[in-house]
C-alpha cells in the first residue's frame, strides 16, 4: 500500500496495524506473562457488571473511603475557568488511582518475561531497574475507593469558588477516578498544592500540584514518545527496552528546544504532555519529564491496568482517535488559548493535529512535527513522505505547519508564531 490509497486517518491507522504485523507485536504480547487473575470466585460477579459501574461514574453510590491497606497517586491537574472566559469560576479535572497493597507474587514470572523478551541473561544486572519499573503493573487495582484531598491554600488565594477538603471518586474499573470540582480562586501562572493523608508508603504519590491557567495566553501541546523522549514505538522490543531496562533518554536538542521557547513566552503559558502510555506509567513519565522538561500536566491513557501487552497496545493501537479526544477536553477547558502542537511522524500526531485543527477553528496556531530518521524504524520512509503530511494538513495554511529535522530551527519558527498569533 502506498500513501494514496489512504485519507489522512486511514493511512495512520493501516501504518499502525502494518508495523504491528511487520514488528510481530502480537507474538511479543503473547508471549508476555499476564497477571491478571480474580482472586475470588465472588469477583466474577463484579466484573460482569463492569459496564454499569462504569457508566455510573462518580454517581455510583457503592464508593468508601481508602485506608492504609491501599496505595494512592494523586496526577497533577490544571484549573480553568468553569465557562471558558474570565467571569466564571475556578474548576479542574483532579485525576487518582488507586492500588491494593497486596505480596507482588508474580513479579518474578514479569520480570522475566521481560528480561527475556529484550533479550537479556536471566540473570542480567538490569533484573533489578526492570522489577522496580513493572511493580505499577502488577498492583491490584481498587475500584469503588474514594479519597480525601486537601488543599493548603497560599495567602494571595481567596476560598471563593471552593476549597478546604475535595472528595475524590469513587474509582472506576480501572481504578482511576476523574472528578471536576471547583477550586479556590487564583491568578494564571499560580500553584496550588494538595494532599492525602492515607494511601501513603512506598510507591505513593499523596501530593500534587494545581497549576492555574488563565483563559487567555498560550499553551503548548507536546506529544512524548519519539517527541520528546527516545520510545521506538514502532518497536515491540524497543518499547520494552527503553521502559523498563534503559534510562529514560531525551530526543537530542528537544531538551534545548523547549527550555528555548520556555524562556521567551509568557509566564502563565499552559504546558501539557499528551501520550498514548497507560498511567501505569506516570511516576516514570514524570520523573523523565522533571528532568528535561518544563512543568506541565501529563495526560495519559485511563486503561490497560496491570498488563504489559496493554502497553504495547496502548502505544501502536487508537492514537490518533486517542490524542483527538483529549486534546478536544483540553480545548473545552481553554478555548481562548493560542495553542502550539509538537509531535513527530512515527506514529499519527501529523493526523490527530491535523483534525484538531480543522474542527476547533482558530485554536492552534502552530504545528510542529519532528521527522524522526531512525533506521530502525519500520515503515519510516512511508511515514516521512512529504504526501503525507500534505494530505494530513489539508486546508491548513503552509505556514502553520513545519516538519524539522533539527529542532534548533523550530526557535525562529516559534517566535514568528508568537508575533503574528493574534491573526
Known amino acids: 500500500m502506498t500513501v494514496n490509497d489512504f485519507n489522512p486517518s486511514s493511512f495512520a491507522g493501516a501504518m499502525q496495524l502494518r508495523t504491528r504485523k511487520e514488528k510481530k507485536f502480537d507474538e511479543v504480547e503473547s508471549n ?135 472528595k475524590l471518586g469513587p474509582t472506576n474499573v480501572n481504578g482511576l477516578s476523574s472528578n471536576v470540582l471547583a477550586v479556590p480562586s487564583g491568578s494564571g501562572g499560580s500553584l496550588v498544592k494538595s494532599s492525602t493523608k492515607l494511601g501513603g508508603g512506598e510507591g505513593a504519590i499523596v501530593e500534587m500540584q494545581t497549576y492555574y491557567a488563565g483563559p487567555d ?105 486517542y490524542k483527538v479526544d483529549r486534546m478536544n477536553k483540553i480545548n473545552s477547558w481553554l478555548p481562548r488559548r493560542k495553542m502550539i502542537v509538537i509531535g513527530d511522524s512515527t506514529q499519527s500526531d501529523p493526523e490527530a493535529y491535523g483534525e484538531v485543527y480543522r474542527t476547533r477553528p482558530g485554536w492552534i496556531k502552530l504545528i510542529l512535527i519532528r521527522k524522526a530518521t531512525d533506521v530502525a524504524s519500520f515503515g519510516i520512509d512511508d511515514k516521512n513522505e512529504p504526501e503525507r503530511f500534505e494530505k494530513a494538513f489539508k486546508d491548513i495554511p503552509r505556514d502553520a505547519w513545519h516538519v524539522f529535522e533539527d529542532p534548533s530551527e523550530c526557535v525562529q519558527i516559534i517566535k514568528d508564531t508568537l508575533k503574528h498569533g493574534h491573526k
Open 32 to 166: 508476555l506473562p499476564d497477571p491478571r487473575k480474580p482472586k475470588l470466585e465472588t469477583t466474577q460477579f463484579f466484573f460482569s457488571a463492569r459496564g454499569w459501574l462504569d457508566r455510573l461514574g462518580n454517581l455510583n453510590p457503592f464508593g468508601r473511603a481508602v485506608t492504609n491497606d491501599d496505595l494512592v497517586w494523586l496526577l497533577d491537574n490544571t484549573a480553568f475557568k468553569s465557562d471558558g472566559g474570565s467571569g466564571g469560576s475556578w474548576q479542574a479535572e483532579f485525576v487518582a488511582a488507586v492500588f491494593e497493597r497486596e505480596p507482588r507474587g508474580k513479579v518474578v514470572d514479569m520480570v522475566t518475561g521481560i528480561v527475556r523478551a529484550v533479550g537479556l541473561a536471566d540473570d542480567a544486572d538490569e533484573r533489578k531497574t526492570v522489577e522496580e519499573r513493572i511493580v505499577p503493573f502488577l498492583w491490584d487495582i481498587r475500584p469503588l475507593r474514594t479519597v480525601a484531598v486537601t488543599q493548603h491554600h497560599q495567602h494571595h488565594y481567596t476560598r471563593r469558588g471552593g476549597g478546604g477538603e475535595l
Open 217 to 321: 495566553g498560550w499553551g503548548i501541546i507536546s506529544d512524548i514518545d519519539d517527541t520528546i523522549k527516545i520510545t521506538k514505538t514502532s518497536d515491540p522490543v524497543g518499547i520494552l527496552r527503553e521502559t523498563f531496562v534503559e534510562d529514560p533518554s531525551p530526543i537530542p536538542g528537544m531538551p534545548e528546544l523547549y527550555a528555548t521557547v520556555k524562556s521567551f513566552l509568557p509566564k502563565d503559558t499552559a504546558w501539557f504532555y499528551l501520550s498514548a502510555s497507560p498511567y501505569n506509567l506516570y511516576p516514570f513519565l514524570k520523573q523523565f519529564r522533571k528532568q528535561f522538561y518544563p512543568p506541565g500536566t501529563l495526560i495519559l491513557r485511563d486503561s490497560s491496568w496491570k498488563t504489559v501487552a496493554g502497553l504495547l497496545s496502548a502505544l501502536t493501537l487508537n492514537t490518533e482517535e
